[in-house]
């Protein structure tokens, strides 16, 4: 049988996955700076736990997992045929009694699990951050897989909104660093909410948010056939056009929002909490050109409360490379109230397609070996491995090749494998106590004494 990869997911080389470490490393660095800690929850959790959290579409693109046998179905006392199996392989897994857990969909679910299940032992707020990858049955297309790696940083336990101030400062400097130029888009949920009740349509709140979240996507004319088609009257979308001709200005267009929203108290709250993350910010001296009030900004997901974000690379046509907002109710689901919530994720894949692209990557995100020993097999090997020890233990990678091949094919393999420099350390050499190396980028040899190989 031919190999193959599963739809929507890859394989890394040494280069793909020392420049994604040189992101997750930056990343981390400033998640730390920022006063976040690490967190780590399973790759799956009970379907319980994740349905119901991201909204209808969400929900479809669940990897769901099948329970896997006849013992594992009489411990949980639920009597299965194996016939069953096979018909579950022939529809959508949609019988509890066939599937009751699921690959996480997101890292911010399971946190929020882990919060409601800990939280008589956390200090509040609790900051942490999480590196690891997550599975969504989606179609795969550029910059979108069925498994990919989020990297997310949040904050619960305060209302304050301090928080989003600094979660966008800690977006800012971490593309900084990364020489991604970038724009965060900003909104908020509860002008969304007032939007809704403007038009008349808050009982279609969730199909209004998930049509308006595609018109990056589909545009004006798709948004409003989405709308009609989930119900919603022509005459409430004709109150909302004026959504689709916003100005470049962020605080006209919250003044335009604020004369719509008279007497309209979630609106004008909405208007307020995203008034004071953007003047804030601006003192701290954002620029305004990185900081774009998107009022059609919606994001999908249904426990989003308050603020939004949504991360895009100014060179690159592609999707967001970041997203988040606040979410102060996503703990009641599991039965803990109380405990509002704030974050933000940064999307590693996509961050490597545009670093890729746009040739970001500084030499020093891609791990090569220093020095390769050639091999002449003779009695010198022996002193060979004993310099390649003294060198590891100084930090510094070395190895030796094998085989005592002819001389051009260990060339050829030191400069495939982009190492810098080739080693000799013949018997010559040993009884001169001098070593030869090349340096196979510059094309210099040269030979000097031991100990001054070993000082540099």
């Known amino acids: 049988m031919k190999p193959g990869l599963a739809k929507g997911t890859r394989d890394f080389t040494a280069l793909e996955v020392s420049r994604r470490r040189y992101i997750i490393n930056t990343l ?3 998640f730390e700076l920022f006063g976040f800690q690490p967190l ?4 799956f959790e009970n379907l319980s736990t994740l349905t119901g959290k991201y909204g209808e579409e969400g929900d479809r693109l669940i990897f769901k997992i099948l329970n896997s046998s006849i013992n594992e179905a009489k411990e949980d006392k639920k009597l299965i045929m194996l016939s069953d199996f096979q018909k579950a392989l022939d529809k959508p897994f949609n019988s509890e009694n066939l599937t009751d857990r699921a690959l996480r969909y997101d890292l911010t679910v399971p946190f929020a699990r882990f919060v409601a299940m800990n939280h008589n032992q956390l200090t509040f707020p609790f900051k942490r951050y999480q590196i690891q990858p997550v599975w969504r049955a989606d179609r795969p297309q550029k910059g979108r897989f069925r498994e990919f790696y989020q990297c997310d940083a949040d904050v619960v336990g305060s209302e304050s909104l301090l928080q989003e101030v600094d979660l966008v400062q800690l977006y800012l400097k971490s593309f900084a660093e990364l020489g991604v130029s ?10 969304l909410s007032g939007l809704a009740e403007y038009a008349g349509i808050t009982d279609k709140l969730i199909d209004f948010t998930v049509a308006l979240d595609k018109l990056d996507k589909i545009g004006k004319e798709g948004v409003v056939k989405e709308l009609l088609e989930r119900a919603i009257a022509q005459e409430s979308i004709d109150k ?15 003044l335009q929002l604020k004369e719509k929203f008279t007497g309209n108290e979630t609106g004008l709250k909405g208007v307020e909490e995203l008034e004071t993350v953007i003047t804030q910010s601006l003192s701290l001296g954002v620029d305004i050109q990185n900081l774009r009030f998107d009022i059609t900004l919606a994001r999908g997901l249904d426990y989003y409360t308050g603020a939004i974000f949504e991360v895009k690379a100014d060179e690159v046509q592609m999707g967001s490379i970041g997203g988040g907002g606040r979410y102060d109710n996503l703990t009641e689901v599991f039965g803990v109230k109380n405990i509002p919530g704030i974050g933000i994720s940064f999307g590693l894949d996509r961050i490597y397609l545009v670093m890729e692209e746009l040739g970001l990557f500084p030499d020093e995100a891609t791990s090569k070996v220093e020095f390769l020993f050639a091999n002449f097999g003779g009695d010198e090997i022996l002193e060979v491995l004993k310099l390649i020890r003294q060198l590891r233990e100084q930090g510094i990678s070395a190895e030796i090749y094998p085989e005592a091949a002819k001389i051009g094919k260990q060339f050829t393999y030191a400069e495939k494998k982009g190492i810098k420099n080739l080693v000799f350390l013949g018997e010559e050499e040993i009884k001169n106590g001098t070593i030869t190396y ?13 100990e001054e190989f070993l000082s540099k």
């Open 182 to 191: 970038v724009t965060i888009h900003i909104n908020n949920r509860k002008i």
């Open 40 to 43: 780590e929850t399973p790759s």
């Open 240 to 254: 909302l056009d004026f959504l689709f001709t916003q100005s470049d200005d962020a605080l006209e267009n919250l």
């Open 438 to 450: 090349k340096n196979l980028e510059a094309g210099e040899q040269k030979t000097v004494s031991l």
């Open 28 to 30: 981390q660095k400033n």
